[in-house]
């Protein structure tokens, strides 16, 4: 069973459905035990760091979250969810993040001229090394992204996407993926990567 994190910043719904589509068991919850007893968890995340990370440290959640990738538990962090994985956050100021793969999470506008901001839509991947929840995944496959900053420098770099400049588009260190796209937006790609993660 699949825990999918509720704190109150995700697009619950529809990565929901997605999963069930591919056929996985997942819960929305917020619940210590229901996540502990869970195979699985998904971080999923829209909105701003500072905000996100509040919620998740004021009800305890980041400690749950913490002790569970400790114990080896496969977790994925989607957008935002992927951004709280990391030590800091520039965001609208500096916000410590979960610190569970090393990196910042820095502007886009600081690095790239000409392209609009946020960098929404459909951009192919590059990937880099073996992720698991790219087992279905092609070289070159389009997957949808909505986001104004970015992991820079990061640790356990997996995929990138071309963006004016190379931006990270996914990381994976252990048993802790993070994807910079919307996987439940992303029509049969992103379906493909909730099924493989659901296979883990």
Excluded at 174 to 196: C, D, W, Y
Aim: with cysteine; glycine share 12%; net charge positive.
């Amino acid at each position: 069973m699949i825990a999918i994190i509720d704190y109150g910043v995700g697009n619950i719904f529809s990565l929901r459905q997605s999963l069930k589509k591919v056929g996985a068991n997942c819960v929305v919850t917020d619940n210590r035990e229901v996540i502990n007893n869970a195979d699985k968890i998904i971080l999923p995340g829209v909105g701003a760091f500072g905000d996100a990370i509040r919620r998740l440290t004021g009800s305890g959640l980041d400690k749950i979250i913490k002790e569970q990738c400790a114990k080896g538990k496969p977790l994925l962090g989607i957008c935002l969810g992927m951004q709280l994985l990391f030590d800091k956050s520039y965001e609208y100021g500096v916000y410590k993040g979960l610190g569970l793969i090393k990196g910042n999470v820095e502007p886009l506008y600081k690095y790239i001229e000409g392209l609009k901001i946020p960098h929404m839509g459909w951009n192919s991947l590059t990937l880099l090394d073996d992720n698991p929840i790219f087992k279905y995944v092609n070289q070159g496959d389009f997957v949808y992204f909505v986001h104004s900053y970015f992991a820079k420098c990061c640790e356990g770099l997996s995929a990138t996407t071309d963006y004016g400049i190379p931006v990270t588009a996914a990381v994976r260190k252990e048993n802790i993926f993070g994807v910079q796209f919307h996987p439940e937006k992303s029509g049969e790609t992103g379906l493909s990567m909730l099924r493989a993660f659901n296979e883990l």
